[in-house]
């Protein structure tokens, strides 16, 4: 591994690494999963090494499987969490009562209308929750606030985001019932 920051010995460095390590880390990845996604995670690995070029090693190859073996970790549970979510689509579409298109899409536009009334934190407070299916934890690494204070953002949006929607359910029905 180079001591210095010159660009050039950087990548011979990765050069070397990659020449006297890649195959086997392919190998390694083709005994768990096919050979794609393998060479995606190599990919993967590689780019790891050279970003945290100072953490590798001497010998690097154990780093490089274990860098390996985490991004590949990573693959499958993102891979499970999008075919779950996609499952929890498909039922909510099937068991959804078979209302019109139309108005399906008047639902939403109302919703994102409504969503568009709140400040900016509470909207995003709320699609971490609701479109991005996060944990309260995982929500509140992402502000980068605790679990009990987004947790706390989370009540206040939710609420706040109820009054909105009730006062534009109500601004529409007003609306309906004065004759044009």
């Not at 990845?29 to 001497?58: C, G, M, N, Y």
């Not at 009562?97 to 639902?107: I, N």
């Not at 699609?127 to 509140?140: I, N």
Request: glycine letters at 2%; one cysteine or more.
């Amino acid at each position: 591994m180079p001591g210095q920051e010159d660009p050039r010995e950087r990548h011979r460095w990765l050069e070397a690494l990659y020449g006297a390590h890649a195959d086997r880390v392919m190998g390694y990845l083709v005994h768990r999963t096919d050979r794609d996604t393998a060479q995606e995670i190599v990919s993967e690995t590689f780019l790891l090494a050279w970003r945290k070029q100072k953490s590798v090693p001497d010998d690097a190859l154990p780093w490089l499987l274990a860098a390996a073996r985490r991004l590949l970790a990573n693959r499958v549970r993102s891979d499970l969490r999008r075919q779950a979510l996609a499952e929890r689509i498909q039922a909510v579409l099937n068991d959804a009562p078979s209302t019109a298109f139309e108005d399906r899409v008047a639902d939403r536009e109302h919703v994102f209308r409504v969503l568009m009334l709140l400040t900016e934190t509470d909207r995003e407070v709320l699609l971490l929750a609701g479109w991005y299916d996060l944990t309260a934890q995982q929500a509140a690494t992402a502000l980068g606030c605790s679990r009990a204070a987004y947790t706390l953002r989370l009540h206040r949006a939710r609420k706040r985001f109820r009054t909105a929607l009730e006062q534009q359910a109500s601004l529409t029905t007003i609306n309906s019932e004065v004759p044009a």
